[in-house]
């Protein structure tokens, strides 16, 4: 058993991994048949030669590489464990760049389990990507839960950078959802697709703690807006929480 968990944490065997993933992820992508919702809202800032922040929902994300179709660097937050190395090995077969670090929960972000997964460090890094003109993408939830409950790191970072936080998703009508934390989405090819863009939401820099949970519960409501809209385009039903009720 031991040698069969070697070679799965080899490099060999996870640079293998990464490498058929983001092949199917484009196979996905170009077979699919994807309708596009308020691209002006990337446009306006690739045209003003602008950064700003990709938030999406944990698990929902992996085409969304495919379909950032402009020139523009963009570089993505990937934990620093668990199945981060694999994701971060997809993001580079893809064609993106990875920060690597997570947030921390409310009220956590002191002890040493959070500061060890290089919270502050990857904020701090975000902050200097977009500083430098390179947009930054990240999920707005974060394990291990609960799943599409946006957390306060997004807000922060659009705090301290002064860059917008666009909400975007993107799905597949043909798909595999696991029965985890995350609803983690497998897309499925020659599938009609969608990929939907939120309006920008901005928080000011002097915002106080009252305004961040404000931009907080907009960011968590544009999100699951835009992703049951997705869902509706393919001619899925919309997303549920999990307190049963229909997430909009």
Request: a positive charge.
């Amino acid at each position: 058993m031991s040698r069969v968990k070697n070679i799965v944490k080899s490099e060999t065997f996870m640079d293998g991994v990464a490498f058929l993933a983001a092949l199917f992820i484009r196979f996905v992508r170009q077979t699919g048949r994807f309708e596009i919702r308020r691209s002006h809202v990337a446009a306006q800032f690739w045209a003003g030669d602008e950064p700003f922040i990709v938030a999406t929902w944990h698990g929902q994300n992996l085409l969304i590489p495919t379909l950032w179709h402009n020139w523009r660097e963009v570089r993505v937050l990937v934990s620093r464990h668990g199945d981060g190395q694999i994701i971060a090995k997809i993001m580079a077969n893809l064609g993106f760049g990875t920060i690597r670090g997570s947030g921390a929960p409310k009220g956590e972000h002191q002890r040493p389990k959070h500061r060890q997964k290089g919270g502050a460090s990857a904020l701090r890094a975000m902050i200097r990507a977009l500083g430098e003109n390179v947009s930054v993408g990240l999920t707005a939830d974060f394990p291990p839960g609960p799943g599409r409950r946006a957390g306060e790191g997004i807000v922060m970072l659009a705090r301290l950078s002064g860059r917008p936080i666009v909400p975007v998703a993107a799905t597949t009508r043909a798909r595999v959802q696991l029965n985890n934390w995350d609803r983690f989405t497998i897309n499925l090819p020659f599938s009609r697709g969608a990929l939907v863009l939120g309006d920008p939401i901005y928080v000011a820099r002097d915002a106080d703690e009252e305004a961040l949970e404000q931009a907080r519960q907009h960011v968590e409501e544009a999100l699951n807006a835009v992703t049951a809209e997705a869902d509706r385009i393919v001619g899925r039903a919309p997303a549920h929480n999990e307190a049963g009720a229909v997430v909009r």
